[in-house]
């Protein structure tokens, strides 16, 4: 069965049309599915009987049960979701001063291999559907009954490995008569599918785009991050720059701290120097441990002096606040189970 939250508005008419049903149709289903968030068709009520019937027919809701919800010192949330065949995702939800604010995962499971991250550990299943990416969303904002203000594509998975689907959803979460989150307000994170970079840079989202740097030579980069064989960095900000000149909106560059890795004052340096002049911004995360992983922190002294350095020297860094750390709910510690 086709799943309804799959559809973006556009997608959803022309069902509607080819069902013998007035476009306006699925404007109303749109606003019960994005903004009522029901959970069945039977709660449409400004739809005849028939119509609902139909619907029932031909699509699903979508709605996933909550496996798992573990709530950390710090009020960060993480859902365990079962996805409904047989695959479980982790959510996590934070709250920040300026509202709530979602990481969602785009994938079951990753392919990227990075050395530090946790979603890498078990095989990849399948890439998610722009539904139960939504879906994600929903599901959260029906348990916590909060709105949900932010979204980050920073969750299992490479959301530029899911390309169609990640830029679908992002459609469907920015619409206003959806959920209507800002494109703004909507982040993805990506290690660096270069090409891709240069396709986002044409979709006229407005989007922000992350890229996770993690290091300053190709060697080092190599080393945490497989795709720098694909990519190196010379390539990764050739498109970063084209991103910026073509949609005007400023990167944001992830580089998480190591010790004795990537965090002396040679790798701010170079830091400084790759990035000069670039309309971007540093967000430095103190790296998180995963089972069986080879990096450690930074100490709390050396990635202030990281950041205090980019600081002086025109590059805007600041530190990323580790929420959810207790729960495994923080970067890099989130991955795919197996029911
Ligand atoms: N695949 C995408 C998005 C998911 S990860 C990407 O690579 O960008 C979201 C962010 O967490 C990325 O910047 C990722 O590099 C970072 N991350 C992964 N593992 C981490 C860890 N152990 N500690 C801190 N950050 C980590």
Same mark, same amino acid.
């Given at each position: ?28 289903? &749109? ?7 029901? /959970? ?12 609902? =019937?139909?619907? %029932?027919?031909? &699509? ?7 496996? %798992? ?20 995702? !982790?959510?996590?939800?934070? %709250? ?27 095989? &990849? *299943?399948?890439?998610? /559907? ?15 009954? $909060? ?16 390309? =169609? ?6 459609? $469907? ?7 209507? $989150? ?33 290091? /300053? ?27 910026? *000149? ?7 560059? !992830? ?12 790798? *701010? ?25 080879? &990096? /450690?922190?930074?100490t709390n002294e050396n990635i202030m002096k990281f950041r205090d350095y980019l600081n002086d020297h025109g590059i805007v860094a600041t530190i990323r606040r580790e929420l959810g750390s207790d729960i495994d709910a923080a970067c890099g510690q989130l991955r795919r189970k197996n029911l």
């Amino acid at each position: 069965m086709k799943n309804i939250k799959d559809y973006n508005l556009e997608e959803l008419k022309k069902q509607l049309v080819q069902m013998g049903e007035k476009p306006f149709r699925a404007e109303q289903i &749109f606003k019960w599915v994005h903004q009522e968030n029901v /959970t069945s068709f039977d709660e449409m009520t400004n739809l005849s009987l028939e119509l609902r =019937d139909k619907l %029932k027919q031909n &699509f699903s809701m979508c709605i996933f049960n909550i496996i %798992k919800k573990q709530v950390a010192s710090d009020g960060t949330i993480k859902y365990l979701f079962d996805v409904l065949d047989g695959n479980a995702i !982790e959510t996590v939800l934070m %709250k920040y001063h300026h509202g709530y604010s979602i990481c969602v995962s785009s994938q079951i499971g990753c392919k990227m291999g990075c050395k530090f991250c946790a979603s890498t550990g078990i095989a &990849f *299943a399948r890439s998610l /559907t722009s539904g139960e990416i939504v879906e994600q969303l929903l599901a959260v904002e029906r348990d916590a009954r $909060i709105k949900i203000s932010n979204v980050v594509f920073m969750g299992i998975g490479e959301p530029l490995d899911n390309y =169609d689907n990640v830029v679908n959803a992002i459609r $469907i979460i920015n619409n206003q008569k959806g959920v209507n $989150i800002g494109a703004r307000h909507i982040s993805v994170s990506t290690s660096g599918l270069v090409p891709k970079i240069y396709q986002l840079a044409e979709e006229n989202i407005q989007c922000t785009l992350s890229i996770s740097l993690h290091a /300053t030579t190709d060697e080092q980069r190599s080393k945490m991050m497989p795709i720098n064989n694909l990519y190196n960095i010379e390539e990764l900000l050739k498109s970063c720059k084209d991103y910026i *000149a073509k949609t005007n909106r400023r990167i944001s560059f !992830e580089y998480a701290l190591a010790k004795e890795n990537n965090d002396n004052l040679e790798d *701010a340096k170079r830091l400084v120097k790759l990035l000069k002049g670039m309309n971007c911004h540093v967000n430095l995360i103190p790296i998180n441990k995963i089972e069986n992983g080879t &990096f /450690t922190k930074s100490t709390n002294e050396n990635i202030m002096k990281f950041r205090d350095y980019l600081n002086d020297h025109g590059i805007v860094a600041t530190i990323r606040r580790e929420l959810g750390s207790d729960i495994d709910a923080a970067c890099g510690q989130l991955r795919r189970k197996n029911l």
